[in-house]
Structures are given as C-alpha cells and as structure tokens.
C-alpha cells in the first residue's frame, strides 16, 4: 500500500511524505471515522484552510480520493454501496429520460440559471451528471458553482465549475505567467468541469447560447459565494468525442492540447485522452491581474 515518494500534489497542495504519514496515522485513529470526518481532521491538522478561513474541504476530499487512487491510502469505504469499484447512486423518477424534444432554440422561452443549493438538489445534480455526462460524476475540487438551467420549471441543461487544473502548458504560455504568478492567482482561473445538455432535447445553437449567458452571470455568482471574481475560465474537450463548436461560436479561445499522458504510475505514465484546451477571459486585462 505504501510508496516511496518525496513528495506528491493533489488539488493544488504537494503533500510531503511525513504529511502522507499523518493521514495514515488520521484514518486508522478511529475506525469509525467515515470520510467526511476524515477530510476535516486533515484539514485541521495540516492547517488547509481557504481564503476566507473556512476548511479546504472539498479540495481534501478529492486529493484523499485521488490518493487511494495512486495507492498511497486505504480510506474506509464509501457511505454508499459500490459497484466494481464505483459509487453506486440511486436512480430517482425525476431523472429519468424524457420524451424527445427537438425544438429551434428561439422556442426556449426563460431560460433561467439557477445555483444548486441544499442536498436534495446537490443529489438530483449528481444523478443527472452521472447517469447522462460521459465522465460520470466526480466531486468537483475547489471552490465550486453548480448550475440547473431551466425552461418553464423544466430542467433543460447542467453546468459545473470547479477549481482550474494547476498546470498545463499551452494555457500558461498563453497566459504569460511565471510559476510563483501561477501559484499566487490560479484561484483567478476557473474550470468548465461540466456542461451538459440533457440527451433528450436538440436545439440548434442552445449550447452556444448557455455558455453565453453563463460567462454573463457567474463572475458575480462567484464572488457572492467567494468573496473574489474569476477573470478567465477555462475547459477542456475530449477532442475524439466533441468538435468544441459552441465554444468557438461562443468566443472561447482555442489555446492548444494537452499531451495526453497523466501522473506516473509504478515508473510509468499514464496514457489519457488528448484534449482541445478553450479559454474565455472574464476582464479585458485578465494577463496583467494574473501576471501580477
């Protein structure tokens, strides 16, 4: 279960080996620590916090995940019931698919955004995602927004928009910034994780349209939640499944690929699809407020 590695980032923190120790030494304290509790003691103990003080919850979460992924932990199992190795999530009515619509998108009257609080929509966010979003549902790392966009009280699409990745080459040459730069403004930059319109509707040009109008709503969204305004988004297309149309049709600038291979594993990398990297800058002078 144990490697030897001086030293290993997840979630925008490197974790030294002493401080992998610590969470071994953490999760066998108690054995009726479920995750959620084990996540905070973490936090607490290596002084994680976010900029408003608050744990960097979230963030622990998916780096201790992401840990037992790479087989440096053993976390107690999930709350849920699994599945080959996957969380298995119930299956409610209210997401089951719907009968076909098929619509020109001037014929969606009030779209409206609406952030996803409390959890009962927390879960019917993650259903959707999961059962009908091609990379499933994964919690989201960082500071957070989730999005229904509906029609008429009708959800039509989902949106989600998580901490940006904390380095990848074309969107930093583009960006211009130094390492330390990086460091201190990647809060600034913010990642599209999700966007999914819902299988059974087809709409000419809606996708274009919502990421218009997301770009529009979220920086004030953000700072309602965070305190601070995102100055560029970025996302990142699986380039053998999406062409990236809407986001060319809405402005977003293509900045180059990433080069398809993951952390090393057992001395070996890992090979990931490639993927188109977009860009959409939030303020006219997002270089110089991310180079300063």
């Known amino acids: 279960m144990k490697k030897n590695v001086s030293g290993m ?5 490197e974790f030294k080996d002493a401080e992998i120790e610590l969470i071994r030494d953490i999760i066998s304290s108690d054995p ?3 995750r959620q509790k084990i996540s905070k003691l973490v936090c607490e103990a290596l002084n994680w916090y976010k900029r408003d003080g608050g744990l ?19 976390l107690p199992p999930p709350l849920w019931n699994t599945r080959n190795g996957k969380i298995h999530r119930w299956r409610s009515a209210a997401c089951e698919p719907k009968a076909t619509i098929t619509i020109p998108v001037s014929s969606f009257k009030e779209l409206q955004f609406e952030l996803v609080k409390g959890k009962q929509n927390s879960h019917l966010w993650n259903e959707y995602i999961d059962r ?22 009708e959800i039509v699409a989902l949106f989600g928009f998580g901490a940006a990745a904390w380095k ?11 390492k330390e730069q990086r460091e201190n403004n990647i809060h600034l930059v913010v990642n599209n994780a999700r966007f999914l319109i819902l299988p059974w509707i087809t709409s000419h040009n809606l996708a274009s349209r919502l990421l218009s109008m997301v770009t529009k709503r ?14 560029l988004l970025e996302s990142f297309v699986d380039q053998e499944k999406f062409k990236g149309t ?10 180059g690929q990433t080069k398809g291979l993951g952390k090393v594993y057992w001395g070996r990398k890992i090979s990931l699809p490639k993927k188109n990297i977009y860009l959409y800058h939030l303020k006219n002078n997002f270089k110089q407020l991310l180079c300063s």
């Open 132 to 153: 009908y979003h091609y990379l499933c549902y994964k919690p989201l790392p960082g500071a957070q927004l989730r999005y229904f966009v509906k029609s008429r009280e």
């Open 56 to 74: 960097k919850d979230m963030s622990c979460r998916v780096a201790l995940l992401r840990m037992q992924d790479d087989r440096l932990i053993k």
């Open 9 to 13: 980032r997840y979630c925008g923190r």
């Open 32 to 34: 009726k620590l479920n």
């Open 168 to 178: 990848t080459a074309p969107r930093d040459h583009f960006i211009g910034w130094s």
């Open 218 to 231: 979220l920086p004030c969204d953000w700072y309602n939640r965070y305190k601070y305004k995102p100055v």
């Open 246 to 255: 809407c986001y060319k049709a809405s402005n977003w600038i293509y900045v």
